[in-house]
């Protein structure tokens, strides 16, 4: 079956004046940008922007001319596909500037984003997922426990206004994963003006928020004809936290939640994601286990949880996920001496959160296996 690597060798040489860009180009772009193009493309609105394609061949140079993976769980097939969109005509007519790195430990701050001119005059915006860094990871841990919210929500509301000050014409915002909640939270949290401009806005399997109530707002409903949201079938990341039902349920050939994460999995028929009625029973499984085990956390059990994400990341000593697998011993033996360092009261904690994850899978299980699953429109009405 076809994946998005077809996609582009199959129609990255029709122009974006003659067939506008669509859900198919979201998917090529958010894969393509997590490649670090803020080492080639400068973070600055004021410099000239430059042409994707000689972006992209720049970036392989200073990456030592190979194909290499960008971290564990980011393949070196990611660079084979940047520079397969490099030598189309569709992307290499592309412009692109203002692509930045802000990486901070404390508080835990991994955003990146770029912007991407169209021939056509369209602008699209592009936040990038979680990346290799533990600190990328510690973020995620923040955003799916802190109340009030994590760095990148700020940056990405005053990134996207920078850019419609800067340019004129449509705006097209996308993101995957991590990438596609700040997209979300950007234009959900950003004032009218620029609302008004959004073409798009996709969301690629990306958590929710804290709470329901925005599913509720004029500002959502009013973006729910330019709103496109994404998630595989037995989607893992994309249930996470009070997450709405207007999404598409796209086809993939991942085994499992997690592996269906991965964009190379999502199947393609001819220039269309193939897609789906409804998530599997697995994703419905997923979704009441986070809805559930999220709502019922106390401060206590979230405080513990993030004391312990945050020192066991720390004490492995390591930058990212590839780090501590090619320094393996050192960074588990780091990681399970903090863990052994945590005082018994967090431990304790965290032995009744597992035991408590436990039950609501079971439960969630009894429940999709009985039919009585509830839909979230369900749930809040």
């Known amino acids: 079956m076809a994946n998005v690597s077809d996609y582009i060798k199959n129609y990255g040489n029709i122009s974006f004046k003659d067939k506008p860009f669509c859900d198919e180009d979201n998917v090529a772009m958010c894969m393509s940008f997590y490649m670090p193009l803020d080492k080639v493309v400068s973070p600055s609105f004021d410099e000239e922007p430059k042409p994707f394609g000689i972006a992209c061949r720049e970036l392989f140079a200073y990456r030592g001319n190979k194909h290499k993976p960008v971290g564990l769980v980011l393949v070196k097939e990611i660079s084979r596909l940047l520079m397969d969109m490099a030598a189309r005509k569709r992307f290499s007519e592309v412009k692109v500037l203002a692509c930045t790195d802000n990486f901070s430990k404390s508080p835990a701050v991994q955003f990146n984003a770029g912007t991407f001119l169209l021939p056509n005059g369209d602008i699209v915006v592009l936040f990038r997922g979680t990346d290799d860094t533990l600190v990328g990871w510690k973020e995620d841990v923040d955003m799916l426990a802190s109340d009030s919210g994590i760095p990148s929500e700020k940056l990405s509301v005053d990134y996207l206004a920078e850019v419609a000050k800067r340019f004129d014409g449509d705006i097209i915002v996308c993101g995957h994963s991590k990438g596609g909640y700040v997209a979300q939270y950007a234009v959900l949290n950003s004032p009218k003006e620029v609302r008004d401009r959004i073409k798009y806005l996709y969301n690629n399997d990306g958590p929710g928020?804290?709470?329901?109530?925005?599913?509720?707002?004029?500002?959502?409903?009013?973006?729910?004809?330019?709103?496109?949201?994404?998630?595989?079938?037995?989607?893992?990341?994309?249930?996470?936290?009070?997450?709405?039902?207007?999404?598409?349920?796209?086809?993939?050939?991942?085994?499992?939640?997690?592996?269906?994460?991965?964009?190379?999995?999502?199947?393609?028929?001819?220039?269309?994601?193939?897609?789906?009625?409804?998530?599997?029973?697995?994703?419905?499984?997923?979704?009441?286990?986070?809805?559930?085990?999220?709502?019922?956390?106390?401060?206590?059990?979230?405080?513990?949880?993030e004391t312990a994400v945050g020192e066991i990341f720390e004490a492995t000593g390591q930058r990212g996920l590839l780090d501590v697998k090619e320094n393996l011993v050192e960074a588990f033996k780091g990681g399970l001496l903090a863990a052994r360092g945590l005082d018994d009261d967090t431990k304790s904690v965290l032995k009744e959160t597992a035991k408590s994850a436990g039950k609501y899978i079971k439960e969630a299980t009894q429940t999709v296996r009985s039919g009585e699953f509830k839909t979230v429109k369900e749930r809040i009405n």
């Open 209 to 305: 928020f804290k709470n329901y109530d925005y599913l509720g707002s004029d500002v959502y409903n009013e973006l729910l004809p330019r709103y496109r949201h994404f998630i595989p079938q037995s989607s893992f990341i994309g249930m996470m936290l009070m997450h709405d039902d207007d999404y598409t349920v796209v086809k993939s050939n991942g085994l499992i939640g997690p592996l269906q994460h991965d964009l190379r999995t999502w199947q393609f028929k001819g220039d269309k994601l193939i897609t789906c009625d409804d998530v599997s029973a697995v994703g419905k499984v997923t979704d009441l286990v986070f809805h559930d085990l999220i709502r019922s956390l106390s401060e206590e059990q979230i405080d513990a949880v």
